[in-house]
């Protein structure tokens, strides 16, 4: 999934893979579970990723779809899963939660539940933030990738319908 920490990746995911029947992997579940009380930190953000992306190609080796629920935002990440998806012989199709910075921000300082741990984000002043640094690596995908652009203030409702016509056209069929 592509979009700022805070625009509602998982808000969406959760909702559509319980009502699509779809593996949903979540970096923020993966983190909690590899580390206690995370620090965010790249390093472990390239762990959880490895540890997805074996998860991910398990689950699709098994014939089930996946819903890769991370902060893919660079080109290199998704090329990364678009190969990966090769390897077991299906299409990745990226999905784009289009959210204002600003709103993606005020949603991240919000506390939420990740796991069994309630989490909140709160940054020390005059220190550039996680967020600061996600938005200004933000890579927009080109015309080239295969993106679903979805909008971070629709409903899950509107966003569904755009999303199941867009897989349609890709031949994926929910059920």
Request: charge should be negative.
């Amino acid at each position: 999934m592509i979009g700022y920490p805070g625009a509602g990746k998982t808000t969406f995911a959760k909702q559509f893979c319980a009502a699509f029947n779809v593996t949903h992997l979540c970096a923020d579940q993966v983190g909690v579970a590899l580390y206690k009380l995370p620090t965010f930190s790249e390093q472990e953000r390239q762990q959880v990723l490895n540890e997805m992306s074996w998860q991910c190609l398990d689950h699709l080796q098994d014939g089930l779809s996946v819903l890769y629920d991370a902060n893919i935002n660079t080109g290199e990440e998704r090329q990364r899963l678009r190969d990966l998806a090769e390897k077991s012989g299906v299409k990745a199709i990226g999905i784009w939660i289009d959210t204002p910075p600003t709103l993606s921000e005020k949603r991240l300082k919000e506390i939420r539940t990740v796991g069994n741990l309630e989490v909140a984000f709160f940054v020390p002043k005059n220190r550039p933030s996680c967020f600061e640094k996600v938005v200004a690596l933000f890579e927009d995908p080109s015309y080239e990738e295969d993106i679903v652009k979805l909008s971070g203030t629709a409903s899950f409702e509107s966003q569904s319908k755009i999303l199941a016509k867009a897989l349609g056209a890709h031949g994926v069929i929910l059920g």
